[in-house]
């Protein structure tokens, strides 16, 4: 089965911090995803790569950067964290444009005080 | 902008019954659909996908249909146990973007 690991599961940081949230997956998939969760809004998207060092911002990039230096490996950067940033952040992995079904990590509830 | 709406929000059955989760998409220009299930505070797990050249998928006791004319797919639970309880949402895709989420509905089934 493929894995996709988050390296957090609760985190909790400090306005104005520079917060880095890792996602791996072990299946060699090309298309990585980075979503955050909220009640009443539901899944939004933040960022996608369909390949190393590509990036695409999703709906609401504003306040995000990512990095994916490896094929495997998917970085959320939040470059000056704020307190409505507090959401759960979900990475999501899928094998290529031809086959999109969606890997989901277990996701990382952050806090933002 | 295309939306995804899933009706009702919320779902409260016994243990026993089969159930219908709705799903509805604002374009036809489908590539394809996805039901997915979340426990609280987990993340999400694939259920099933359907292509836009299909019309359901069929996994145990699940089983989704998709009717691209009228922008709907439907999610069956067949005989309800209480270990189905959980959110399940649906997603939309069209060729060469990322899916889009319903905010999902919120199934209870009792013993």
């Known amino acids: 089965d493929v894995k996709v690991t988050q390296s957090s599961r609760y985190l909790v940081k400090r306005t104005g911090e520079k917060v880095f949230l890792e996602c791996v997956q072990d299946m060699d998939h090309e298309n990585m995803f980075w979503y955050r969760q909220d009640p009443g809004l539901g899944l939004r998207l933040i960022y996608f790569?369909?390949?190393?060092?590509?990036?695409e911002k999703g709906d609401i990039p504003e306040g995000y950067s990512v990095s994916r230096e490896k094929k495997e490996r998917f970085s959320l950067i939040l470059e000056s964290a704020s307190t409505n940033q507090t959401s759960m952040y979900l990475c999501a992995s899928s094998l290529n444009r031809l086959n999109e079904k969606l890997f989901f990590g277990s996701g990382t509830q952050l806090s933002v005080l | 902008k295309q939306e995804v709406t899933q009706i009702p929000a919320a779902l409260s059955v016994p243990e026993g019954e089969n159930l219908v989760l709705n799903c509805s998409f604002t374009?036809?220009?489908?590539?394809?659909l996805q039901w997915f299930r979340q426990d609280p505070g987990k993340g999400l797990t694939s259920l099933l996908l359907i292509q836009s050249s299909q019309r359901e998928q069929t996994s145990g006791r699940l089983n989704a249909s998709l009717d691209k004319s009228s922008g709907r797919s439907t999610l069956y639970i067949a005989a309800s146990q209480p270990g189905d309880s959980a959110t399940y949402l649906c997603?939309?895709?069209?060729?060469?973007?990322?899916?889009?989420f319903g905010k999902g509905t919120t199934l209870s089934v009792s013993s």
């Open positions: 790569s369909y390949d190393v060092k590509m990036k």
């Open positions: 997603a939309f895709q069209e060729a060469g973007t990322a899916l889009i």
């Open positions: 374009d036809s220009a489908i590539y394809n």
